[in-house]
């Protein structure tokens, strides 16, 4: 180890064995999204009900997330790693096996507890295996895992779905994730610092409390509506948690989360930056295919296919990106991809009923080539201002904020897109009164009106991300913690 906390030489096959678990983890979350329809048939459920194999996804690394930052200080990576492989490999036995929706459901619960600690811990190993000089370039290939994998997500379910059952995305998962659990088994080694610390179980409830509450009050909006007592009492309980939570990190020696990192003004803004991403991202994520699915009536995998360009593009641009962070910083880089991601979002809120496959496709790799010059930058350079011991909270904070704005993000726009679409088909039906011909159309018409405004209201949502990457700064780690920082200051 050396001065600044990091390794003499990294450790790639250690790494490399982490990348995979990462890799099917996050492949894992997106791979459902294309399938979506198929299992709303299959078990006959609404598309409310079904978005919660991907947003109950979210909820469970929401909640878990937080708690990485204590597991990552307490616990050897090694017995982290093996345990969470574990759970997600159980989890997708189920998941194949599963008779019914709610058993599905509860085994992508049981994947998302294994998966939540694999990013912040691949994360920490990176922090602790590269100088900062060359942290762009390593977080960019760090990239292929956290933007590659969610991106074949959709080709890949897409081509398995046409050919086979949706039941075959997770035998797919299977040996690859038991392969990897052999492996980390057998050659990984401990690197991070472990330290004594107890976990404040009352933080993790309020955590729970708070994150959980939230979440689920925005993902029940669609099925129960914004007036229901589940939807907003949920989300109050969530805000209160989250407030107590928050007061009680502040008041403890060793938090559960350690929202005083949020004094390092750039780890702040790449935090809300990040934020703000994931909701536009993910959404257009679940929206995608139940425009091109559900309205055009195009084919499980030609809808999985027209995502495949725009993942290829990101896994060629990460490590580019990374080098590039390393020589000019992440403002440029920054500014320049959420140019890209408003301009392509705004294209997506103006289709129609014949916009052609091409031009669909274009506008998908390019909204991905924008996204991929935006994410790995903005989240290293603001982990970059934190000093090595603060490494595993920013991680931990980084990785939390993101599932749960993703989720949020993708609940809030499809809410918005079914209330919508429910307002504008009864506006066509009684503008198409007694004509039989326009009446078959208005399910479709009213859907894609809801869709529409829906990248609407994302196109306004990355505005936001734009406006605060222009503050953004070039950074180096600090060398007192926050702590310190107080007392001396």
């Known amino acids: 180890m050396n001065t600044q906390g990091t390794m003499e030489k990294p450790p ?3 790494i490399a064995i982490l990348f995979v678990g990462a890799f099917v983890s996050l492949l894992n979350e997106t791979l459902l999204n294309v399938a979506l329809p198929s299992i709303m048939k299959d078990f006959d459920v609404s598309a409310s009900a079904v978005q919660w194999l991907s947003t109950g996804y979210m909820l469970v690394n929401g909640i878990l997330i937080p708690a990485s930052a204590f597991f990552i200080q307490k616990f050897t990576n090694r017995n982290l790693f ?3 492989m574990i759970l997600f490999t159980a989890g997708s036995v189920l998941a194949t096996l599963s008779p019914t929706f709610g058993v599905l459901l509860a085994a992508r619960m049981i994947q998302a507890s294994g998966s939540a600690i694999m990013m912040p811990l691949l994360m920490n190993v990176m922090l602790a295996s590269f100088p900062v000089e060359r942290r762009g370039a390593a977080m960019g290939i760090f990239g292929l895992v956290m933007i590659t994998a969610p991106a074949i997500g959709p080709t890949l379910s897409g081509w398995l779905i046409e050919h086979y059952t949706w039941r075959t995305l997770f035998d797919v998962v299977i040996p690859i994730a038991a392969i990897t659990l052999i492996f980390a088994f057998f050659k990984l080694k401990n690197i991070t610092p472990q330290r004594n610390i107890s976990l404040d179980v009352f933080s993790l409830i309020l955590s729970s409390i ?3 509450g939230i979440l689920y009050g925005f993902s029940s909006a669609g099925e129960k509506g914004w007036d229901s007592v589940h939807v907003y009492g949920a989300i109050a309980a969530g805000v209160i948690g989250l407030v ?9 020696d060793e938090p559960l989360l350690e929202f005083r990192i949020y004094k390092y003004p750039m780890f702040a803004l790449s935090s809300a930056i990040s934020v703000v991403l994931a909701m536009a991202m993910f959404s257009a994520m679940l929206l995608m295919p139940i425009y091109v699915q559900t309205i055009r ?12 360009p725009g993942a290829i593009v990101m896994g060629i641009m990460s490590p580019i990106t990374g080098i590039l962070f390393d020589k000019i910083g992440a403002r440029i880089l920054a500014i320049i991809g959420l140019s890209l991601t408003i301009l392509t979002t705004f294209m997506f809120s103006n289709l129609t009923m014949d916009t052609s496959y091409g031009y669909i ?6 909204r991905m080539f924008g996204m991929s010059m935006v994410m790995m930058p903005v989240m290293t350079n603001g982990l970059n201002q934190l000093p090595p011991a603060m490494n595993p909270h920013g991680t931990a904070m980084n990785n939390t904020l993101q599932q749960v704005s993703g989720a949020v993000g ?5 809410t918005l897109m079914q209330n919508r679409t429910e307002s504008e088909a009864e506006r066509l039906a009684e503008s198409a009164a007694g004509d039989p011909s326009a009446m078959a159309n208005i399910a479709n018409e009213a859907m894609l009106n809801g869709i529409n405004f829906s990248f609407t209201v994302s196109v306004f949502i990355a505005i936001v991300a734009l406006v605060l990457a222009f503050f953004m700064k070039r950074v180096t780690p600090s060398e007192k ?4 920082q107080q007392a001396t200051g």
């Not at 496709?361 to 390019?366: D, N, R």
């Not at 993708?410 to 499809?414: C, G, T």
Request: proline fraction near 4%; charge should be positive; avoid cysteine.
């Open 12 to 14: 790639y096959a250690m």
């Open 82 to 84: 093996i345990t969470a």
């Open 297 to 308: 009536g195009i084919s499980p995998f030609d809808s999985g296919l027209l995502m495949l």
């Open 481 to 484: 913690p926050v702590k310190q």
């Open 361 to 366: 496709m274009f506008i998908y790799t390019l």
């Open 210 to 212: 708070g994150f959980g």
């Open 244 to 252: 107590l939570f928050v007061l009680r990190q502040m008041k403890l």
């Open 410 to 414: 993708s609940a809030f726009l499809v």
